[in-house]
Nanobody, 117 residues
């Protein structure tokens, strides 16, 4: 059973930075897309950023210019660099790996990000 293990969440002041990481517990063949989602209390889970196997990236409008997604295929790891954080970025952040050949989604357990003074 593959598990995705997230790290890097925490409490940060507005304007600060955090870097989230998500690594698979074992090698996964041919991950097509690695993504970060977030869910704030009372809200639906939303896509924050995604990176495809060829390197193409997608960002939610609310994080463009502030967040950067990257991946290390050799390590089956995805990162989310979050800069200029705002209180509205407060949420539980989840990573997702999608394997297109087997139509399989893997999810992390979630990591809390709180932006507050």
């Amino acid at each position: 059973q593959v598990q995705l293990v997230e790290s890097g969440g925490g409490l940060v002041q507005p304007g600060g930075s955090l870097r989230l990481s998500c690594a698979a517990s074992r090698s996964i063949f041919s991950i097509y897309r690695m993504s970060w989602y977030r869910q704030a209390p009372g809200n639906e889970r939303e896509l924050v950023a995604a990176i495809a196997s060829g390197g193409r990236t997608t960002y939610a409008d609310s994080v463009k210019g502030r967040f950067t997604i990257s991946r290390d295929n050799a390590k089956n790891t995805v990162y989310l660099q979050m800069d200029s954080l705002k209180p509205e970025d407060t949420a539980v952040y989840y990573c997702n790996f999608y394997v297109r050949t087997t139509v399989t989604n893997y999810w992390g357990q979630g990591t809390q990000v709180t932006v507050s003074s």
